[in-house]
Every structure is written in C-alpha cells, then in structure tokens.
T-cell receptor
Framework: DAKTTQPPSMDCAEGRAANLPCNHS???????VYWYRQIHSQGPQYIIH???NNETNEMASLIITEDRKSSTLILPHATLRDTAVYYC??????????????FGKGTHLIIQP | ETGVTQTPRHLVMGMTNKKSLKCEQH?????MYWYKQSAKKPLELMFV???????ENNSVPSRFSPECPNSSHLFLHLHTLQPEDSALYLC????????????FGPGTRLTVL
C-alpha cells in the first residue's frame, strides 16, 4: 500500500468546517483513499473512501485532486465529538481476499469550543 | 455500537498467566482481524482470518495464539506475556468480495505486570 503523509495535529472551531489534508504522491491507479478516525480509547471508525471522484456521505466529504496525489477530508460542521485522530490510508480495493489496514500516525484533530 | 464486541474490556495479568481475549461480530462478515495499539505507536496488524483460515501473520511472537472457530468468533490466546505486551488489542471484521470497510470493536486494554 502507498505511504501517506498527514499533519500531526490540527485545531478547528466548533461549528466550522474541518479540512484534513493527506498527501499520497505514490498512489497507484488501483488504490483507493480511505479515512478512519479513532476517538480516544475506542476502536477506529470508518468514515469514507474514494478512488478519483469526490465522495460525500452523512459523516463527511472526500475531495481527491485530479492527479490523485492528495486528498482532503471535510467535516462540514465540526462538533466537540469530532475530536479524534484521523487516519488517511491508501489501499487496493480488489474483489478477493482479506488484508489488514496499515495505519500511520494520523492527524489529531482538536475541536475548540 | 459497531456490531463487533470484545471481552473483557480490561485485563490485568501476570507474566506466567494464561488468558484469552474474545471477539464476536454480529454483521455476517467473513473476515476478522487482530490489531495491537501500544502507547504512542500506530495500530499494528497482528493476524488476519478469511473464511476461518489464517491468511496473514505479521511476525507475531508465539506467545500470542489466535483461533477462529467460526466466522463470527475470534480469540487471541495469551501466555507468558511480557510487560511490553501491554496495549490495546483491537478486533475488526469485514465482508470481503463486497466492500473493504473494516468495523472495529472497542478493544481490550491489557496490562501485563
């Protein structure tokens, strides 16, 4: 799986949009971008994933650049409960087999009241 | 509530003890995983089971012994552990051939004295 680079920490005011960047300049054509988050002392939680088109679900939006070398996770209206470590992971999404996730250090997002 | 439960949530054991961690998923998934999260380190994949067969073992010491009796249950048997094995042990499951999101349990906080 390709390597990702994320800022170690970010602050965001409550109610504002939180924009979390991720660089993945060595991403391959068949690798997807996944985002998970881990609230303190809990298991990681899946947020969203995408290949090359922008994606949106009830939790967040994912913006992937045209060259696919970077992406941004957007939490449109951050709340205090969004304080967590956010992990950007790139991996193949082929149909068969099972393989584990490779986590980096992620971005510690702190939502300020 | 992610549909993945882990017991016990907390465990303290001596180096000569034998204990087991249990994971159960209620999602109908066919792949299960064990991860380890030590203090200030990224999550590390330990074992992967697909269709009840072990498909990956990331150079984990033999004092950790996994068991997957069926697609809903996963165990991690522990014996003669070291204090540096103290960590949060996380179980996850996913449905291969359909999607690649992994659903994590809350983890077992293990302390080895």
């Amino acid at each position: 799986d390709a390597k990702t680079t994320q800022p170690p920490s970010m602050d965001c005011a409550e109610g504002r949009a939180a924009n979390l960047p991720c660089n993945h300049s060595t991403i391959s054509g068949n690798e997807y971008v996944y985002w998970y988050r881990q609230i303190h002392s809990q298991g990681p939680q899946y947020i969203i994933h995408g290949l090359k088109n922008n994606e949106t679900n009830e939790m967040a939006s994912l913006i992937i650049t045209e060259d696919r070398k970077s992406s941004t996770l957007i939490l449109p209206h951050a709340t205090l409960r969004d304080t967590a470590v956010y992990y950007c992971i790139v991996r193949v999404n082929s149909g068969g087999g099972a393989d584990g996730l490779t986590f980096g250090k992620g971005t510690h997002l702190i939502i300020q009241p | 509530e992610t549909g993945v439960t882990q017991t016990p949530r907390h465990l303290v054991m001596g180096m000569t003890n034998k204990k087991s961690l249990k994971c159960e998923q209620h999602l109908g998934h066919n792949a299960m995983y064990w991860y380890k999260q030590s203090a200030k380190k990224p999550l590390e994949l330990m074992f992967v089971y697909s269709l009840e067969e072990r498909v990956e073992n990331n150079s984990v010491p033999s004092r950790f012994s996994p068991e997957c009796p069926n697609s809903s249950h996963l165990f991690l048997h522990l014996h003669t552990l070291q204090p540096e094995d103290s960590a949060l042990y996380l179980c996850a499951s996913s449905q291969e051939l359909v999607g690649r999101e992994q659903f994590f349990g809350p983890g077992t906080r293990l302390t080895v004295l």
